[in-house]
């Protein structure tokens, strides 16, 4: 994943060269393959390139077109065929993906974001017009972060350069923490106040005093996709999710695979083998890694990889997680952490997987993440009813209700209940899990409830299928994961995500729920169209169990968190959390009572993460409108708080 970094001076005086010096070694470690620039009045961009592809190497960014527009492409265009020849001979097959992507600038200006398939961000500086344009592809797994103020604007792949060289301490943002706490900021948020995040498909576009953010594409609600029969379906989707898996094949290094015990990810692997033994890949080879933990006794995934790997003819590499420390580990000492980090494996993990990625040359990860969310993972009835509801079709509606009823055992009166409660607000219909946990602060919880909440909101009866509202709900909280997904430390490497397709996702949003869900059928269209290439032990079993105990060990046994506690904890002089309710949490995990475990390990990640970032003085002035929090960090208070 290429790095970039911009600064614009409105009154076009020059950077100084320290300044640019610190921001080019800050992006150093993230873009190991040479470096770039460019300078104009007013105007510096820095480019660190890292090559996945043979034609990145040819690249030589920032990219200046005829017209002087000077463009920075952090990305992969998978639909590059596409693009050259609606561009008419102005590009060719052999040409860069920034010269692609230039070439589509020049033609269709920003109706051209549109068109770019694939996992990108970019940055265009106009020197004639003094502009600044900013855009992310509709997935928004790559960065982008600016910061602006009357006299400048900058701009930044990573957040640490905007941090770091701004000159001046940063209000923390309430509504970041909120979502943190919970599931996941929105995708505008950073924790700093006056820094944004570019979101998903869209753009910013700046000019001195004014700034505009606009939405380029979304999916469309009218798309249909209807067949006469199942095989039809089944054929469609292998179609377009051998698409998705073959786009991320392209690379010139060999390409490495997460392999859980899973059907996303064992999907994946089964359908890369079947493309590069076709000979349309273009990576070298394909490797997996998987992760275990034996003493997890819900845990056992051994047994369902290993049947890939057998399926494959070679062992993949394999890192235990047992008996590591889940909280903490990325904000040791030395380590400048711009954000927090859900992530809850140590740095023991941290160091084995950067040494794998190091020793074997690998410069992209496939994930899973995204599968069982977009394919059925939950066999929940609740849109098919909608959909009903909202069409009115109060016979198929019956239908549905008594076989979802039997198959689900329930009385088909709770199932309509339920089916209802989605078109009411949101405040009304939040579950009991989705609730905020016990020790979050109740005045923290009035302030920011949406997003302690997950963002919650409710279907429209009229307008968009309340099936497709659901799809698009599940793709912003994919979205907001992925914008809190945080550079990794070690060897650089690209995450990519071959069920978060754009042409895939489009698919899954047009066909038919009743295709993707049935009845004693979770996850149906997904299970019917990969029969036969991925082992049965992976399709026919149950949903995957997720690790639990992991967390809960650590906490209960000798090596006592809690004893780090003892000091008034930052979130709790912020107001976000109140320490008593959250010390007797701990206490009863102790004494072996279940808890919202992912909110108390958000909970200590928070806290971690700022007691790091306040001996560095990044906050050093709070300021909150509710009236619990008011605090001022200084190093001499933190200093007495130990850090793990």
């Known amino acids: 994943m290429s790095v970039q970094f911009g600064r614009w001076s409105f009154d076009g005086m020059p950077a100084a060269p320290r300044y640019l010096e610190e921001a080019g070694k800050l992006l150093a470690p993230y873009g190991p393959d040479g470096n770039g620039s460019y300078s104009g009045p007013g105007v ?13 190497r040819r690249e030589k960014q920032p990219h200046v077109s005829a017209s002087g527009t000077v463009i920075t492409w952090d990305g992969r265009l998978d639909n590059r065929k596409e693009l050259v020849r609606q561009l008419d001979g102005q ?5 860069t993906d920034v010269a692609i992507v230039a070439a589509a600038y020049e033609r269709w200006g ?8 694939g996992d990108w961000a970019l940055s265009i500086w106009n020197p004639r017009n003094r502009e600044l344009i900013l855009a992310k592809d509709f997935l928004g797994a790559r960065h982008l972060y600016y910061a602006s103020d009357d006299n400048q604007i900058t701009w930044s792949t990573i957040l640490d350069p905007l941090v770091l060289l701004a000159g001046k301490t940063f209000v923390l943002e309430e509504e970041y923490i909120a979502g943190w706490l919970a599931f996941f900021p929105a995708t505008h948020l950073t924790p700093y106040v006056g820094i944004h995040s570019v979101s998903p498909s869209t753009f910013v576009h700046i000019r001195p005093g004014k700034q505009t953010v606009t939405k380029y594409w979304d999916f469309d609600p009218r798309k249909r996709i209807r067949y006469s029969s199942d095989g039809e379906y089944e054929e469609h989707f292998r179609t377009v999710f051998g698409e998705s898996v073959r786009r991320r094949l392209r690379s010139d290094s060999p390409i490495l695979a997460e392999l859980s015990g899973g059907m996303d990810s064992s999907s994946i692997v089964c359908m890369a083998d079947r493309i590069i033994a076709q000979g349309r890949a273009e990576t070298p080879r394909l490797d997996t890694i998987s992760y275990y933990n034996d003493s997890e006794p819900n845990w056992n995934e051994k047994p369902y990889f290993t049947k890939v790997e057998e399926k494959r003819g070679r062992t993949g590499c394999h890192i235990d997680l047992d008996c590591q ?19 809850t494996r140590s740095s023991l993990f941290d160091k084995q997987f950067s040494e794998l990625m190091g020793l074997a040359g690998y410069r992209a990860v496939l994930s899973g993440i995204g599968g069982d969310e977009v394919t059925g993972g939950v066999p929940t009835p609740m849109p098919q009813l909608a959909d009903c509801l909202a069409k009115a079709r109060f016979l198929s509606l ?12 329930k009385p088909w009166l709770h199932l309509l209940i339920e089916a209802v409660r989605g078109f009411l607000p949101p405040i009304l219909t939040i579950p009991k899990h989705l609730e905020p946990a016990r020790w979050i602060h109740p005045d923290f919880v009035r302030r920011h409830r949406a997003a302690l909440s997950g963002y919650p909101s409710r279907l429209k009866l009229f307008g968009p299928l309340p099936s497709f509202q659901e799809n698009i709900s599940a793709f912003n909280s994919l979205r907001r994961q992925l914008e809190s997904a945080p550079f990794a430390p070690g060897v650089p490497y690209e995450m990519q995500y071959p069920f978060l397709d754009r042409d895939f996702l489009e698919f899954i949003c047009a066909v038919p729920r009743g295709e993707i869900v049935r009845p004693r059928q979770r996850r149906s269209l997904m299970r019917r169209a990969l029969g036969g290439m991925v082992p049965i032990e992976l399709l026919g079993r149950r949903r995957k169990a997720y690790a639990g105990r992991t967390s809960t060990k650590f906490i209960s046994s000798g090596q006592d968190i809690s004893i780090q506690l003892v000091q008034p904890m930052v979130v709790s002089l912020l107001g976000f959390v109140d320490q008593e309710r959250l010390s007797g949490a701990l206490q009863s995990i102790k004494n072996g009572h279940q808890i919202p475990i992912v909110s108390l390990i958000r909970t200590l990640g928070i806290e971690f993460w700022l007691r790091c970032d306040a001996c560095r003085n990044i906050f050093t002035h709070y300021k909150s409108p509710g009236p619990c929090a008011s605090a001022t960090f200084s190093r001499k208070s933190m200093q007495s708080e130990p850090l793990t």
């Open 91 to 95: 590009v060719t097959r052999e040409s």
């Open 44 to 56: 510096d961009i820095l480019y660190r390139p890292f090559h996945t592809t043979k034609e990145s």
């Open 325 to 343: 420390n889940p909280f903490g580990s990325e904000f040791e000492v030395g380590r400048f952490a711009a954000a927090p980090n859900c992530r």
């Open 110 to 117: 920003t109706n051209s974001f549109a068109k770019l398939i």
């Open 398 to 409: 019956a239908l549905q209700l008594k076989v979802w009823a039997l198959n689900g055992r």
